[in-house]
């Protein structure tokens, strides 16, 4: 079993930058992807980007060039830096935990961090 403490989130200026962490504890499969999602109010959540163990990224159009996200394999921890913050990028973001056995992919949730970008 795996346990995801999130952090970072938080109120900032559209312009600005924040910088959420993930840290997951427990049963660690070898081989196994993380990433953030977010949601927000009255949406359906979204893929915000994903870092499988060779470091191979993926991220969402909106936040190409804007978020980098990164991992310590060591620490079990994934990171997400998320800079010139608009106020279409609030929501809760959550982390997430992936591995794959025999074909099927099983899914491990964070709590959820607030991100809210305003004036």
């Known amino acids: 079993q795996v346990e995801l403490v999130e952090s970072g989130g938080g109120l900032v200026q559209p312009g600005g930058s924040l910088r959420l962490s993930c840290t997951a504890n427990?049963?660690?499969?070898?081989?196994?992807?993380m990433g953030w999602y977010r949601q927000a109010p009255g949406k359906q959540r979204e893929l915000v980007a994903g870092?499988?163990?060779?470091?191979?990224?993926n991220y969402a159009d909106l936040v190409k060039g804007r978020f980098t996200i990164s991992r310590d394999n060591a620490k079990n921890m994934v990171f997400l830096q998320m800079n010139d913050l608009k106020p279409e990028d609030t929501a809760v973001y959550y982390c997430?935990?992936?591995?794959?056995?025999?074909?099927?992919?099983?899914?491990?949730w964070g709590q959820g961090t607030q991100v809210t970008v305003s004036s």
């Open positions: 870092i499988i163990n060779d470091g191979t990224t």
């Open positions: 997430n935990y992936r591995y794959t056995s025999l074909g099927r992919a099983y899914d491990t």
């Open positions: 427990g049963r660690i499969s070898t081989l196994n992807a």
